[in-house]
């Protein structure tokens, strides 16, 4: 008997955003765009047709070809500010899958949790404790540097883009978490920064928080120290479970 495929529960409030920006920003602009271009493109077959006819056939399938070529690269066309967001979901699927191996060694996760001001992009539970996840995704080459992020992208190898909030965000994220499981007895949860790139140094540790480099996460987890029995896993993966936006006040 065929099983059904697990939909992925990671990156649904990242996939949500880029949908909805493509909706309210990009179909405006390109439908503009497209009535603009095909009024010229119209214009100049019309000149063609009525004062050069023996080229209007000719210039009509040139320029109508031109013209579906841009449509369709309008039609696919994303500015960065909207990409991201689409690159954002991708990662985070990345994410959820590499976390799946350890449910048979006695861990849990939870993904994008709604806390009603944004989300939380994984929360794990096992053996080593309790792990809020924020996943990143850079182009470029990254390193964790003053709890800040700095990237170097590939295509400009002078100017460096710094990141000053991240780090501060996911403390801020892992300390709105352990307050909403206070019920499950929850003295400490652990940020981790998880970055999808070129982040040559693969662990990096800064004040209460450790960035790794997404082919290091698991093996990371299973080497942090036993610190909760599995009866404690399964309490606080089960209030993991309910939590709604209402927790997070």
Not at 85 to 113: F, N, Q, S, Y
Not at 114 to 121: E, K
Request: charged share 25%.
């Amino acid at each position: 008997m065929a099983h059904a495929r697990t939909q992925p529960q990671a990156g649904r409030f990242a996939e949500a955003r880029y949908r909805a920006l493509v909706r309210s920003e990009m179909r405006p602009r390109a439908l503009r765009a497209a009535l603009q271009a095909t009024l010229s493109v119209g214009g100049i077959v019309a000149f063609f047709w009525i004062f050069q006819p023996h080229r209007a056939v000719h210039m009509s399938l040139l320029l109508g070809g031109m013209l579906l070529g841009c449509l369709v690269a309008l039609a696919a066309f994303r500015p960065w500010w909207i990409e991201k967001w689409r690159a954002g979901a991708e990662a985070e699927r990345a994410t959820e899958r590499l976390l799946a191996p350890l449910t048979a060694e006695g861990w849990h996760a939870v993904h994008d949790i709604d806390t009603g001001r944004g989300n939380l992009d994984h929360v794990a539970v096992g053996p080593g404790g309790v792990y809020l996840l924020e996943t990143k995704a850079r182009h470029g080459r990254t390193r964790f540097e003053g709890d800040r992020l700095v990237v170097r992208r590939a295509d400009d190898p002078v100017e460096e883009s710094w990141d000053d909030q991240a780090a501060h965000r996911t403390r801020a994220r892992a300390a709105a978490l352990r307050q909403a499981l206070g019920r499950a007895n929850v003295r400490w949860v652990n940020a981790v920064i998880v970055l999808h790139g070129d982040f040559e140094a693969g662990v990096a540790e800064g004040e209460n928080i450790t960035v790794l480099h997404a082919d290091r996460l698991a093996d990371w987890l299973r080497a942090q120290p036993t610190r909760l029995p599995p009866y404690r896993v399964k309490e606080i993966a089960a209030a993991l479970a309910e939590l709604g936006p209402e927790d997070f006040g």
